[in-house]
């Protein structure tokens, strides 16, 4: 997974990511190869890394493959506020 490798490299190592975000080595390991990141970690990585890797490539199947949701969230929550 593309993402995983650049969040790991902008961490400096897969353990200090692991550290990081509130998990183990292994289990990031286990990440790469299944070629996903569960939802909670893809927004850690994202705040993580000031949002240089977003949670929708790490976890594309749940937040899309871009910002378009967020962005119509944002819009509606401008909308509702005025």
């Known amino acids: 997974m593309k993402a995983l490798n650049k969040a790991i490299e902008y961490c400096g190592g897969l353990a200090v990511l692991a550290r990081a975000i509130g998990t183990n080595a292994q289990i ?37 493959m871009d910002g378009a949701l967020d962005s119509a969230a944002q819009v509606k929550e401008t909308a509702a506020g005025s």
Do not use: D, N, Q
């Open 28 to 64: 990031v390991y286990m990440w790469r190869r299944r070629g996903s990141v569960p939802p909670k970690y893809a927004i850690a990585i994202e705040r993580l890394s000031g949002g240089s890797i977003t949670r929708h490539e790490l976890c594309p199947k749940v937040f899309g």
